[in-house]
């Protein structure tokens, strides 16, 4: 059974910053295409940063502020926000599938992890 936790979410002020961190249990890491996706109060799952062998991606929306990694090693992927706004806000939830592409819907992704809770206040 693949495990996804997700740790580091709170309450951060407009500009800060919060790193998100998703530990996959031992021995899957390596076999799936990690993604972050978010979900705002009374909105639908949104599609944040994803990283695969050859790449990360990002919506539109997050480009430039969010960073998405992973250590293998520690078999955790990383999201990195930085210059955060308001409309952040959002339960973060990290998200596994298998296979080598990384599609923006999330229906797509098999393994899923609890969601944090992520605040910014103006």
């Known amino acids: 059974q693949v495990q996804l936790v997700e740790s580091g979410g709170g309450l951060v002020q407009a500009g800060g910053s919060l790193r998100l961190s998703c530990e996959v249990s031992?021995?899957?890491?390596?076999?799936?295409?990690m993604a972050w996706f978010r979900q705002a109060p009374g909105k639908e799952l949104e599609y944040v940063a994803g990283?695969?062998?050859?790449?990360?991606y990002y919506a539109n929306s997050v480009r430039g502020r969010f960073t998405i990694s992973g250590d293998n090693a520690k078999n955790t992927v990383y999201l990195q926000m930085d210059n955060l706004k308001v409309e952040d806000t959002a339960v973060y939830y990290c998200?596994?599938?298998?296979?080598?592409?990384?599609?923006?819907?999330?229906?797509?992704?098999?393994?899923w992890g609890q969601g944090t809770q992520v605040t910014v206040s103006s």
């Open positions: 998200a596994g599938r298998r296979g080598r592409l990384n599609p923006p819907n999330p229906s797509d992704y098999e393994y």
């Open positions: 031992v021995g899957a890491f390596s076999e799936l295409t």
């Open positions: 990283i695969t062998w050859n790449g990360s």
